[in-house]
Nanobody
Framework: QVQLVESGGELVQAGGSLRVSCAVS????????MGWFRQAPGKEREFVAF????????YYADPVKGRFTIARDNAKNTMYLQMHALKPEDTAVYFC?????????????????WGQGTQVTVSS
């Protein structure tokens, strides 16, 4: 069983930066692909980024490319999402997720474990 707990979400001004974290329980963290998704009010959950177990070739959704950085620390069983140049449209609940399955890792249905989410609000 894997449990994920996000933290770090808060209210920030447009143009600001924020880092959210995802703490993962379980001894096999480094075997999971880890992803970040977000969901704004009235919208579907959307892919943000994922990172493989070996911390290589992270992949980003176009709206966040160049502004967000995903990283993982396997020794600490923690994943991060560093966000810069935040925009009001980045406002959402941010979820972390874990998967050991192959396939399109930008799709939420691939992920087996989810956190409860952390709220990020960007004011204009």
């Amino acid at each position: 069983q894997v449990q994920l707990v996000e933290s770090g979400g808060e209210l920030v001004q447009a143009g600001g930066s924020l880092r959210v974290s995802c703490a993962v329980s379980g001894r096999t963290f480094n075997s999971y692909v880890m992803g970040w998704f977000r969901q704004a009010p009235g919208k579907e959950r959307e892919f943000v980024a994922f990172i493989s177990w070996g911390d290589v070739s992270p992949y980003y959704a176009d709206p966040v490319k160049g502004r967000f950085t995903i990283a993982r620390d396997n020794a600490k069983n923690t994943m991060y999402l560093q966000m810069h140049a935040l925009k009001p449209e980045d406002t959402a609940v941010y979820f972390c997720a874990a998967s050991r399955r192959g396939g399109n890792r930008a799709q939420a249905t691939l992920y087996d474990y989810w956190g409860q989410g952390t709220q990020v609000t960007v004011s204009s």
